[in-house]
């Protein structure tokens, strides 16, 4: 049962084995991340129908998402929401315009607006409060967790200490803020998610159910935090860059005779079987190199794509992502409109 309604009241449940989640900003990647989690949740995992599902489940942590909260502004984000989770879990509540209530109701947080937001969002009046000594997860690209911890600092309420009335209050415990980039595969739960390795490390409990949560959608690594930007480039916007690559294909495919749905089916399972070579452990230049026979077709095909330096300007759209990226983080407009100056 999913509701609308700033002055809803949340009830925290006393069972110790279960937590809330909410996704504060919820979009297309928070739509995408709690259809993933929820998804898994409704299959029954089978002995050795899913022995990658059950490895994730038996390192689960003990206290584990069952409650979950996406706050949006917009009325058309809210019948999104509410089409695309709904049929999979009555706990869900969907607030519009109330981020402060749906914090003050998590004991986990993921920031999923957009980055440019960030600064109006943890700075709004309660949020900070509601946020304290909670886990935030941020998925914004470009931003740091310490951008993200220097706008918290700046709005976290004044507690008085020493002799005075207030001297039994306890200082204010900063939310633990960890940066994760995951993609939009998560709603099938094929994502990459990269997350930025904390420091200092988190408690046992806390890198578990990070783990956890980003498991259940797909692989995760850890990476130091100033390779969080080439990760967003390759992963993040990785999906869409394959499908323009997937896309082209189908074109070639559809110009010399096939129907074109069966181009789409063909062309995806092609590019699914690839890659599941190369995550079997197959470099990608043998593989190339295992199909393309002397006078063959694949050799003619390959030298066309050399000559237009196919290889030279993807590599380059990653790099230039990962400076948007950057850019964006430190809240730099019209990035993309500069993008060849001193080239």
Known sequence: MSKVNADVKFKQNADSEQLTLTVLGCGTLGKAILRGILSLKARPIEGESAPELTAAASSAPQKLP?????????????????????????????????????????????????????????????????????????????????????????????RVSGQSPFSNMQPFTLPRVV?????????????????????????????????????????VTFLPPHLMDASTSLCGSGPAFFSLLLEAMIDGAVAMGLP?????????????????????????????????????CTIGGLLVMEEGRVRGTVARAVREATVVAEQLGKGVSGVNGTRFQGL
Do not use: Y
């Open 66 to 158: 069952t409650r979950f909260i996406a706050c949006v502004t917009r009325e058309s984000s809210v019948q999104s929401v509410k089409e695309t989770l709904e049929h999979l879990t009555p706990n869900l509540t969907v607030l519009q315009n109330d981020n402060a209530a749906g914090c003050r109701a998590a004991d986990v947080v993921i920031l999923g607006c957009k980055p440019q937001m960030a600064q109006a969002i943890l700075s709004a009046e309660g949020i900070v409060e509601a946020l304290e000594g909670k886990l935030l997860i941020s998925i914004l690209a470009g931003v740091t967790v310490q951008q993200l911890e220097q706008i918290i600092k700046g709005s976290q309420p004044v």
């Open 179 to 219: 940066r994760a980039m995951p993609n939009t595969a998560s709603s099938i739960s094929e994502s990459m998610t990269v997350i930025a390795t904390p420091t200092p490390p988190l408690p046992a409990n806390l890198h578990a159910l990070t783990t956890w949560i980003f498991s259940q959608i797909g692989r």
């Open 260 to 296: 074109r749905k069966e181009a789409q089916i063909m062309a995806a399972q092609t590019m699914k079987g690839t890659a599941g070579l190369v995550l079997g452990g197959q470099h990608p230049a043998l593989l190339r190199d295992a199909v393309t026979t002397p006078g063959g």
